[in-house]
Structures are given as structure tokens and as C-alpha cells.
């Protein structure tokens, strides 16, 4: 099959799927048939994501594809696609959870009051985050960046009337000080897109410099280190800030975490797929991708480079912290799993951005010597991505079950909902970090990532980790403890049908067995299974088992109440974009209202130009009398003005 079918058919079957809900969305019988032809194009995009997982190659320079025609002639942005390592698997993630989060979303959705708006923009972002992750050039990606952007406002506020509470994160009438601490879906909405933006506009302008500087946008092709040391090091940091401004915010890291737990106000299945596979997971891929390609454990030599992967080793390992902290105090089911996520992500950034100091050992990946640490960076968010999704999914379906978003349940409704309880158990035994399961591996070669840090002088990354992991566990182990063993028992109990939500979350933990399971065969993995035997990653392993079963046991501590409402309120940071930041920004309004626009004004229209305007006029009019005499002497006084400027030249040339 041509490759250029392959791609179309990959991007565009979602969103042309969707299409015919669109076109009929008043006609309410075949908005409810309908999705399930949405559902089939998501569907044809994982088959070719196999096809090209299985059938494409995977070294350069063959794996990049280039389009036969030039987009935008003389400027280097061309449709440039990539089947590297990481795009083939990323790919088949990304296409698999959103298929397999829609089949859920038929029992989910069925019923909503917009479905039409609900599959396009779901479709949509699946065809964006394909589009992020096969891009080899710059602004390509960009492209589908933006496409992530405007559809996760579409269903991120998808149910924009706020008329059921349920949709709500926090608790209605709430106050902390002078703010509410409850936020409606409507708002969720802004605040994501608003979030995104504000971190978008410096990458763009980061990816227009790096045209400008390297004159190329392919990340595979752009001489890295070469561009560094052009820039120098105040400018390779600038570059990069700009750049890390638009995934972090993306990716909710420390301060941009905000809009991530709002985000929950949307459907779960949108939760599902915005914190797995797409999304929040863009930033963190996207950052993968370009240290794979910068490879900054060979450019020590390059000014500034060691300050930016520094920065962003504390911004992901203080984020993971933070992140698995706040959650400790949550009872809302989703926001509980959001606060998690940022943990997770904070950790791929930290283990991808230790890569900077990691030379040995370095793998050969596709002819490509690649760091550990970035390999596992990737390999977590495999993981994490199933893991996670499953939770949500569960959740979910919980939330369908007892109409509330709190966790609730014990061994009563768990014995009713024996799938749903299984998954969980699954899910997080799977995703902690616990021996022997699948991200014991990989937890434990990022363990080892930063023990190498040890040498060189730094100790904190290692705590920060041994403190998340830790931390971590408990809060999975806390929601599945409060959902099914030592919840409160719940109010209503609606546990008719589901058969598709639960195939759904079925479906997807099952992908955590294959990927343990290529743990143990893949070559490039063969570092993790090593890890996983030394001493003391049996002993973290064994640290991560005993607080999970800990939480399990005594998933709330009553007199740690006070502490964990702190934790609840996300240690007040929705202080920093609820009150400070809009303060800060009516301050500059006002000052740009009343003496800004003024100034122009007065500039422009009242003062400075209308006064030259006119005293050029009054002198015009001075001049044009309607008298000979007037003119003549006018001209003679210009004659003898030039014959005096071409005497002073003339003598100053004869001396």
C-alpha cells in the first residue's frame, strides 16, 4: 500500500467519520446511530497504525516521509512525517486508547443532548494527536498542537449549560477567602484553552527562530548543536524557555496545573483520552522527541544546554511531587486521578531531562544510540497511558453507577461490580510500581537514572523521586480503597447495562499484560529487566508495595483532616490564576485604558500630530500669498543659500 494512503487514511478517517453526526445533528435517530460510524473511523486509523508499526521502516533516513509536492514554497515547511521508535509505538498508543475509549463513550454518551458537537471534536483530537506524533517537522506539528488546543475547548466544556452539579469540580458554594472553589464545565473550558494559549505563543515564536537560525524545521535533519553554539548560551536558553513554555502548559507542569484539574468538569471519556494518549501527553512525547534527536548527553560542550535540562529536571521532579501530594487530600474520583497524571508527567519530564548527564549506558535503538533515561522516560508513558485510561474509564462508569463524582463504595458494591474492582486492582498494582508488575521495570531503571545523578553531585532528584513513588502509590491505593472496601456505602446504585464501558476498560488493561510482557523480549528494554533485580530497586519496590497496602487499610487519616483539605485546595494555587493573575492583568487594562489610550490619543488625534499638522499648514499658508515679489525673493533666498553651501565646499576642497 502507498505510504501517502496509509497517512490519509490515518489522520483523516476520524474526522471525516464524524462528519455525517455533524451534517444531521438535529435529526435525533441518526445522531444515536451515527457514532458508531465515528467509532469505526477512529478504528481504520489503528489498523494503519499497525500497518505502519509492522510494515514501515524505523531507521533514518528511510522512516521519514516528504511530501510530494513543497507546502510553502522557499520556506522549508514541508508535510515531513516520521516512523521512528517512538512515532510507531506512540502512534499505535494513541490510536488504540481513543478506539477503545470510544467504544466505551457509545454506552457513555448515549443520550447526551449534543452528540454531534461531542464525536466531531472527540474525532478531532484523536486526528490532532496523530498528527503531533508522526510530524517530523516543526511547524506541521504545530498544526496538530493547535488542533489539541481547540478541541480539548470543545469537549473539555462540552456540557457548557452547567445545570447538573455532577459535572462540577469542587463543592458548590464553597469559599476559600474571596473565591469560590467550585468551577463549572463552562469555565473548565475557558480556562484550558486560556492556560494552552498563553504557553503556545512563545512556541510559536521559538519554532519561527529556530527557521530563522537553522533554516530547517525537520527535528530529525536540524544540526542541534550546531544552532546551540550559533545562539550562545543566553540564546539557547531563551529558545528553549520558549519552546518549554508551550508543553509545559500543556502538559500542566508547576504553575500551569490549574486548567488539568478543571479539565474534569468534561465528559470522563474525554478525561480518559486527554490524560492517556493525547493532550497532556503531547508536551511530555514532544519533549521525548527532541531530546532523542538533540541527544544532549554528547553536547556538554554546548553553552546553556545544562541550564535549560536542569531547570526542566527540578520542573518536572518538584510537579511529580506536587501533583501526587495534592492528591492525597482529594475525594472527587476524577480530579484525584487528574492530580496523578501531572505526577506521572512530572516524572517523564524529570527522567527525560536527567538524559542530559546519562552517557553510559546508552542503547542502540533502530541504529540510533539513545540514553537510558530517555527510554524510559517513553516507556513510563506507555504505561502510564493504558494504566491511567483504564482508571478513568472505571471512574467513569462509577460515577454512571452512583450518581456522584465523590468516591464512594465498599465490599458490598464492590461484590456487584466485580469486573470494575478487578480492573482497578489491576490498574494501579500495574502502574505503582509495585514487584512484579509492569512499571516495576521501568520504575526501576528510572531509579537507577537518578542514582547516576549521585555523581554528579546531585542527592534531591533521588529523594524527590523515592518521595513521588511513595506518595504516588498511597493515592492509588487510596482510590481504589474508597471506591470499593472502605468507602461509605452508596446513596443510589444504578448498575443495569454497561456492557460496553466495561469492554472498554477491559480491553485496555489487557494492553498492561503485552507490555510487560515486551519488557521482558525487547532488546532496548533489556537494561530495565536488569534494574529490576538489583537490591535496591527490590527494596523500593518492596517501600511502594508496603504503602499501597498501608493506604488500602486506612485510605483516610481523620486527624490529618486539616492537612488534607490543604491538599484538597491544591495548596491554594488556583489563588495564583483565580485572583492574582486576573488582578495583575485589570491593573495593566486600567493603566492601558486610562493613560495608554490617552497617550495615543493624544498623540495621534488631539495633541502632537494635529499641532505639526497645523503649524505646517500656517506656514504653507504663510508662504502662498498670491504676490511675484513675495516668490521672488523666496527663490533668490534659495539661490543664494546653495551658491553659499558650494563655496564652503569648494574652499574646504581647495585647502
Known amino acids: ?14 474526522v471525516v467519520s464524524s462528519i455525517p453526526i455533524v451534517l444531521l445533528y438535529k435529526s ?97 483530537f484523536t486526528a490532532s494527536m496523530l498528527l503531533v506524533v508522526y510530524s517530523d517537522n516543526l511547524f506541521l506539528l504545530f498544526v496538530g498542537w493547535e488542533g489539541l488546543g481547540a478541541a480539548s475547548w470543545g469537549l473539555i466544556g462540552h456540557w457548557f449549560r452547567d445545570d447538573d ?21 463552562s469555565f473548565g473550558g475557558w480556562r484550558a484553552i486560556s492556560t494552552i494559549r498563553f504557553g503556545d505563543v512563545p512556541m510559536f515564536f521559538a519554532i519561527a527562530a529556530i527557521w530563522l537560525f537553522a533554516g530547517n524545521l525537520n527535528i530529525s535533519e536540524i544540526a542541534w548543536g550546531e544552532l546551540f553554539m550559533k545562539l550562545g548560551a543566553a540564546g539557547t536558553i531563551i529558545l528553549c524557555s520558549m519552546l518549554l513554555m508551550g508543553l509545559f502548559t500543556k502538559s500542566a507542569q508547576v504553575p500551569f496545573s490549574e486548567w488539568l484539574m478543571t479539565a474534569m468538569t468534561g465528559p470522563t471519556t474525554v478525561s480518559a483520552l486527554l490524560h492517556s494518549a493525547t493532550m497532556v501527553a503531547a508536551g511530555a512525547y514532544v519533549f521525548i522527541k527532541l531530546t532523542w534527536y538533540i541527544q544532549p548527553w554528547t553536547l556538554h560542550s554546548v553553552p546553556g544546554l545544562d541550564v535549560v535540562y536542569l531547570f526542566v529536571l527540578f520542573v ?38 536527567a538524559s542530559y548527564w546519562i552517557t553510559e549506558p546508552l542503547m542502540s535503538v533502530c541504529g540510533w544510540e539513545v540514553s537510558l533515561a530517555v527510554l524510559v522516560a517513553f516507556w513510563y508513558l506507555a504505561v502510564h497511558a493504558f494504566a491511567k485510561a483504564s482508571l478513568f474509564l472505571v471512574s467513569g462508569h462509577l460515577i454512571h453507577a452512583t450518581h456522584t463524582r465523590f468516591s464512594v463504595g465498599n465490599l458490598e458494591f464492590s461484590s456487584k461490580m466485580k469486573v470494575t474492582f478487578a480492573i482497578t486492582v489491576i490498574a494501579t498494582t500495574f502502574l505503582v510500581g509495585m514487584p512484579p508488575f509492569t512499571a516495576y521495570w521501568v520504575k526501576s531503571a528510572m531509579d537507577e537514572v537518578m542514582e547516576h545523578l549521585l555523581h554528579e553531585g546531585m542527592l534531591l532528584p533521588l529523594i524527590l523521586l523515592l518521595a513521588t513513588s511513595l506518595t504516588y502509590s498511597a493515592i492509588l491505593a487510596r482510590f481504589t480503597s474508597l471506591n470499593f472496601i ?11 447495562g454497561g456492557n460496553l464501558m466495561k469492554l472498554g476498560y477491559v480491553l485496555m488493561a489487557s494492553v498492561l499484560f503485552i507490555l510487560w510482557y515486551l519488557i521482558f523480549v525487547s532488546e532496548e528494554t533489556e537494561k530495565f529487566v536488569h534494574a529490576g533485580y538489583v537490591s535496591t530497586s527490590l527494596l523500593v519496590g518492596i517501600a511502594i508495595l508496603v504503602a499501597y497496602l498501608g493506604a488500602i487499610y486506612k485510605p483516610r487519616i481523620y486527624s490529618l483532616s486539616a492537612i488534607g483539605t490543604f491538599f484538597n485546595d491544591r495548596m491554594y494555587l488556583p489563588y495564583l490564576n483565580d485572583y ?76
Request: with cysteine.
Open 1 to 14: 500500500m502507498n505510504e501517502w494512503v496509509v497517512f490519509a487514511l490515518l489522520f483523516l478517517s476520524p
Open 28 to 124: 435525533r435517530t441518526w445522531t444515536a446511530r451515527l457514532p458508531y460510524l465515528s467509532v469505526f473511523g477512529i478504528f481504520i486509523s489503528v489498523l494503519m497504525s499497525l500497518y505502519i508499526f509492522f510494515n514501515f521502516p524505523a531507521e533514518l533516513p528511510d522512516c521519514r516521509f516528504v511530501s510530494p509536492y513543497t507546502w510553502i514554497p522557499g520556506t522549508g515547511i514541508d508535510i515531513v512525517l516520521i516512523t521512528d521508535y517512538l512515532s510507531r509505538y506512540m502512534g499505535v498508543i494513541t490510536a488504540l486508547i481513543a478506539f477503545f475509549i470510544g467504544l466505551y463513550g457509545l454506552d457513555y454518551m448515549r443520550g447526551d443532548y449534543r452528540p454531534a458537537w461531542y464525536w466531531f471534536f472527540f474525532n478531532l
Open 165 to 185: 452539579e455532577i459535572a462540577y469540580v469542587g463543592v458548590p458554594a464553597r469559599k476559600v477567602g474571596p473565591l469560590e472553589f467550585c468551577w463549572p464545565p
Open 316 to 353: 518536572g521532579l518538584l510537579s511529580g511531587l506536587y501533583g501526587a501530594l495534592v492528591a492525597t487530600g482529594m475525594l472527587e474520583r476524577k480530579v484525584l486521578l487528574a492530580a496523578s497524571t501531572m505526577s506521572s508527567l512530572g516524572l517523564m519530564f524529570g527522567s527525560a531531562a
Open 486 to 496: 472502605k468507602g461509605e456505602k452508596p446513596k443510589h446504585e444504578h448498575l443495569e
Open 580 to 655: 492574582i493573575i486576573p488582578r495583575i492583568g485589570f491593573f495593566v487594562a486600567h493603566l492601558v485604558h486610562h493613560y495608554g489610550n490617552r497617550a495615543i490619543d493624544g498623540f495621534f488625534n488631539t495633541k502632537v500630530m494635529p499641532g505639526l499638522f497645523g503649524l505646517i499648514s500656517r506656514g504653507i499658508r504663510a508662504i502662498q500669498t498670491g504676490y511675484l515679489a513675495r516668490y521672488i525673493r523666496i527663490v533668490l533666498g534659495v539661490v543664494m543659500f546653495i551658491l553659499i553651501l558650494v563655496s564652503i565646499g569648494g574652499v574646504h576642497l581647495w585647502l
